[in-house]
């Protein structure tokens, strides 16, 4: 069965985070390990398009997660905690994230992209020309990197598509060269 209809099954036909039911579409909560249902929720286009752009965020919108918090899927509830967070200097989203317990893996998993620090502690990856980089984007190599413990060569001009940021050093990101899962120095790519 595909992805798009274990999540519709799953959903019942519902957005998991608003409960819309139409143009629902596959959203993988990243950063991911195995992919599948486990990582993934089923979304409308506003939610989504909230989700993926800050600062768009209609507050009313999000009043929503009052219910959705407590699903029993984990990715609704990490996803809920990271609008929560986004959310929380209007107050009501605050006293909902008092309310909620994430186990600790969950937590870790729901802070993984930074969503709910502050601006000022938050690691910021950028590529050589100074573009911030996020989870699952796509960068190219501008020199050839020798991979450490392989006698591979990451070759110039190398697409890596669907990156992963370290959070705990700015300068480094993790990508698939060659079927190979690899650490990448960020002055070396340029986001594409």
């Not at 950063?31 to 909230?50: L, N, Y």
């Not at 590529?127 to 984007?137: K, R, T, W």
Request: charged fraction near 30%; glycine fraction near 8%.
């Amino acid at each position: 069965m595909s992805l798009d209809r274990e999540l519709n099954k799953r959903s019942g036909g519902k957005c998991e985070l608003c409960g819309a039911t139409e143009n629902l579409k596959v959203y993988e909560v990243l950063p991911t390990k195995k992919g599948g249902i486990d990582e993934a929720i089923f979304v409308c286009p506003t939610c989504k398009d909230q989700i993926e752009n800050p600062g768009n965020e209609d507050l009313n919108h999000w009043r929503c997660l009052n219910d959705s918090m407590w699903s029993e899927h984990t990715a609704v509830q990490v996803v809920a905690w990271r609008m929560l967070s986004r959310l929380r200097s209007a107050g009501w989203p605050q006293e909902l994230l008092d309310m909620m317990y994430l186990e600790d893996e969950v937590l870790e998993w729901a802070k993984a992209t930074g969503e709910g620090e502050d601006d000022e502690n938050k690691i910021i990856h950028r590529d050589s020309n100074g573009v911030i980089l996020e989870h699952g984007d796509s960068v190219v190599l501008i020199k050839d990197l020798k991979v450490k413990g392989s006698s591979m060569i990451a070759k110039q001009g190398t697409a890596v598509r669907n990156i992963r940021l370290d959070h705990e050093n700015a300068e480094y990101i993790e990508g698939k060269v060659d079927g190979q899962m690899i650490v990448i120095i960020t002055q070396y790519v340029k986001k594409i």
